[in-house]
């Protein structure tokens, strides 16, 4: 599990839930307890861990260690419950199974806590069937409440071990101490379910499961490829097939059986999630990962009890060992598509990067919506010295996820003061059909639509990811404002394409020209109702050589999107060293001037 956790660790980038742990666990131990007040309590153990973690090494790799660590320990332990409810054999394979599940492998590159979740849920299974055999129930009890800690709805398990419990009929002094064992799992888990229960909210978008959720989770659990699933399904039938008798295998210690503990585990946490979401939503397939460990279980104990004839011969312990590398082998392109950026939701380091390229110090950026600053937040030094337009306070300073916004009436002040603005956009926020009900989000619609024409094309659109897009004001639209905050003895309103970086600039009038300031693959006056003032494009296919601009006219200045570039720990250009995002207003950046054209 270990090899296959880290094989294409590194993928190139984070995306969304990834980037909130990023930029959660990198902040102050003070600053993570106020946000958790208001949002993502369910992960606050996780952030507080990853805390330290991120300390040592900040990058995606460090983020996604812990999770591959899991990941194996997690194995170890299905391996461990196998051996002890049945024989080694079965351990191995079974533990070999669960590594070269796609399953496994993908939360193993995650950097949430499902995997660690995983770890204790089947941890403390292990320590179940060992405290019914006469161990100590405080450890038991003790990783139950850490499980859940991690995530509330690993509380499902002892669903799971209730039925363990049943099935092996246990004396009644067994059950007592696992009541006072779950029952005190469960008293520690009652302060964070009070908390989460008011930002129930955060899981609104999850829709009713259905009955094809069901077909998907056992696929995701056995495997998607069907030589491989019906493989599995038969080898559990075999598992499950009543024997002649009751009891286990002769040698084995008294107690549940293997199929007594891993069809509950594997079955009970997720039907019950899935029943409770016809009523109120919260299934989705990365809660119950932990379920995962009784389908490896089940299939090593169905192929154990085929080859039982053969009794300990090596040979058949290998064999099922080339089993298992077949079963990996077959499904070697899931695995490697799940290494690839593109598998997840989105990749917050793509669009990141072109604002790398493309933004300079004091270029006005607007995030539409406001989650969709979750890409300055995860790679700042993309985004360092923009004049976030709409931020009021930063996200750590908020204790919130995302910052806290003007509202409409300043943010519609602000924007009033702009001839050209940089969009960073949601996949849907143009083209869903619900209005937002935050009045400063549908000033930013509102604005940009009636105000504000795109001018360059989408230079970024990943597999559900974000777009950065330049706008420029629209000709015959009122205006900008001169912006506060020009520096002393720097030319201001008027001073032409020459001006030096920095002055605040005015345009006036119907017909005014509009400003352009980023490398661009369309030629001037190719956005239709935009006018552009006369000079040259940077870097536009098909500008004339040498100086463009008219006689006595002074040189742009350079863009310091094209110098002060480093590349970060991953190998992407970024600025070298600028502040953070600046929620104050920014003097606006004179742009380069567009090319002339011959009138038409």
């Not at 599940?101 to 993908?106: C, E, R, V, Y």
């Not at 991690?150 to 002094?173: F, M, Q």
């Not at 659109?461 to 629209?474: I, K």
Request: aromatic share 6%; proline share 10%.
């Amino acid at each position: 599990m270990l090899v296959v956790g880290l094989w294409g660790l590194d993928r190139g980038g984070m995306w969304r839930d990834e980037a909130v742990t990023f930029q959660v666990a990198r902040r102050s131990l003070p600053e993570i307890w106020r946000l958790l007040h208001s949002v993502d309590a369910v992960h606050g153990l996780y952030y507080l861990l990853m805390h330290p973690v991120l300390a040592l090494r900040a990058d995606e790799v460090v983020l996604r260690l812990p999770s591959v660590c899991a990941a194996a320990a997690t194995a170890g332990l299905v391996g461990a419950l196998g051996t002890r409810l049945a024989r080694p054999r079965v351990g191995l394979w079974a533990g070999l199974l669960y590594a070269v599940t796609p399953m496994a492998g993908h939360f193993a590159q995650e950097g949430r806590s499902y995997a660690l979740v995983a770890a204790c849920a089947a941890g403390a299974t292990l320590l179940l069937v060992r405290a019914v055999a006469g161990a100590a129930w405080w450890p038991y009890g003790t990783v139950v409440a850490v499980a859940c800690l991690l995530h509330e709805l690993a509380v499902l398990v002892l669903v799971a071990h209730a039925l363990t419990l049943a099935h092996a009929r246990v004396p009644g002094a067994v059950w007592g101490r696992w009541g006072r064992a779950a029952g005190g799992a469960v008293l520690a888990l009652v302060p964070l379910a009070v908390v989460s229960r008011t930002q129930a909210g955060q899981v609104a978008w999850l829709p009713v499961p259905r009955l094809g959720t069901v077909e998907r989770l056992l696929r995701s659990f056995t495997g998607w490829e069907g030589e491989v699933f019906w493989a599995y399904v038969v080898l559990i039938a075999v598992a499950l097939w009543p024997a002649r008798g009751r009891g286990t295998l002769a040698g084995t210690p008294p107690g549940p059986s293997l199929a007594g503990v891993a069809l509950p585990l594997m079955t009970v946490p997720p039907l019950t999630l899935i029943a409770v979401s016809q009523f109120q939503p919260m299934y989705d397939d990365r809660y119950v990962l932990y379920a995962l460990a009784g389908a490896p279980l089940l299939a090593a104990s169905g192929a154990d009890r085929l080859v039982r004839g053969v009794g300990r011969s090596p040979l058949a312990t290998v064999t099922g060992v080339v089993a298992v590398g077949l079963a990996f082998a077959h499904q070697f392109p899931l695995h490697r598509q799940d290494r690839t950026p593109s598998v997840r939701a989105d990749n917050l380091a793509t669009v990141s990067a072109v604002a790398a390229r493309e933004l300079g110090p004091g270029d006005p950026v607007l995030f539409v919506p406001a989650i969709g600053r979750r890409a300055a937040l995860a790679y700042p030094e993309a985004f360092r010295g923009v004049w976030d337009v709409a931020l009021r306070v930063s996200a750590p300073e908020s204790g919130t996820l995302y910052g806290e916004e003007v509202d409409a009436a300043e943010l519609r002040r602000r924007l009033s003061g702009l001839d050209r603005l940089w969009v960073v956009a949601e996949p849907n926020a143009w083209r869903s059909r619900r209005f937002p009900r935050n009045s400063a989000e549908r000033v930013k619609l509102t604005v940009v639509r009636e105000q504000f024409a795109p001018y360059l094309p989408v230079r970024h659109l990943a597999h559900g990811g974000a777009t950065l897009r330049l706008h420029v004001r629209r000709a015959g639209v009122a205006g900008i404002t001169a912006l506060t905050g020009s520096e002393p003895g720097v030319a201001t309103a008027g001073s032409g394409p020459g001006a030096p970086r920095g002055g605040a600039v005015t345009w006036s009038g119907p017909g005014a020209p509009v400003p352009y300031a980023a490398a661009s693959s369309v030629t001037a006056g190719s956005a239709p109702g935009i006018a552009l003032s006369p000079a040259s494009t940077r870097g536009a296919p098909g500008t004339p050589a040498g100086p463009t601009t008219a006689p006595g006219t002074p040189a742009a200045p350079a863009s310091p999107s094209t110098s002060g570039v480093r590349l970060d720990p991953a190998g992407r250009a970024v600025p070298a060293a600028n502040p953070g995002l600046i929620a104050t207003p920014q003097p606006v950046r004179p742009p380069p001037a567009p090319p002339r054209r011959a009138p038409s």
